[in-house]
């Protein structure tokens, strides 16, 4: 079974940065795509960054683009999410998931909380 673990979350002032990691296993082959969704509180989950399985593609939300980068270390099996000059409108559950899509998405992890303070 495909396990996913985020890990990284916490509390940042605005204009700081973090870097959320996703432990993943379980997958039957060594590439495989990966999502970072965000949820912030009283609103929808939204996909914010996505790796594809070759690493040669990746996908940035309009809000965060320029601010983030999605990473991968395949001998790790782990994908990064490097966030810089988070500001409130990053606060939220950060869930890592096996898919680009959220349709498409069959396993996610546990999420991580980043808070970012005014």
């Known amino acids: 079974d495909v396990q996913l673990q985020a890990s990284g979350g916490g509390l940042v002032q605005s204009g700081g940065s973090l870097r959320l990691s996703c432990a993943a296993s379980?997958?039957?082959?060594?590439?495989?795509?990966l999502g970072w969704f965000r949820q912030a509180p009283g609103k929808e989950r939204e996909g914010v960054s996505c790796?594809?399985?070759?690493?040669?593609?990746?996908y940035y939300s309009e809000s965060v683009k320029g601010r983030y980068t999605i990473s991968r270390d395949a001998a790790k099996k782990t994908v990064y999410l490097q966030m810089n000059s988070l500001d409130t409108g990053d606060t939220g559950t950060y869930y890592c998931?096996?898919?680009?899509?959220?349709?498409?998405?069959?396993?996610w992890g546990k999420g991580t909380l980043v808070t970012v303070s005014s």
């Open positions: 998931a096996d898919a680009c899509r959220y349709s498409w998405v069959q396993n």
């Open positions: 379980g997958f039957s082959g060594v590439d495989w795509a």
């Open positions: 790796i594809s399985r070759d690493d040669e593609n990746t």
